[in-house]
């Protein structure tokens, strides 16, 4: 699957946050339309991946105060996030998976 503009910035908006707490992650993001009688948007699923010994601190960091937080999409609302679950892996690895809707900004 291709990764949409909304999901693209939503991955950049997401890498930003972890950057400026000082965690490496990755992000794969699944993508689908979504649309209501006013608006049309994407709903989305993010799973990130945080390695290291510093990536539960940046998890908690990063979650709270999240639905309360702004992000900057280009051409696009964040209109809610929220986090779906989170794992620790064998590896040591933290894996974060987030539920977004994203409308198109007119």
């Not at 994407?42 to 990130?48: D, G, N, S």
């Not at 309360?68 to 679950?85: K, P, Q, S, Y």
């Amino acid at each position: 699957m291709s990764l949409t503009a909304a999901g693209a910035e939503l991955q950049r908006a997401l890498r930003a946050g972890f950057g400026a707490l000082g965690a490496a992650v990755t992000i794969q993001v699944a993508s689908r339309p979504w649309a209501s009688i006013t608006f049309a948007g994407e709903r989305h699923r993010l799973t990130l991946r945080l390695p290291g010994p510093g990536a539960q601190a940046a998890v908690d960091s990063f979650l709270a105060g999240l639905e309360e937080r702004e992000f900057a999409l280009r051409g696009h609302i964040l209109a809610d996030i929220e986090a779906a679950g989170i794992e620790r892996e064998a590896d040591g690895q933290i894996r974060l998976t987030l539920e977004a809707l994203t409308v198109e900004e007119s």
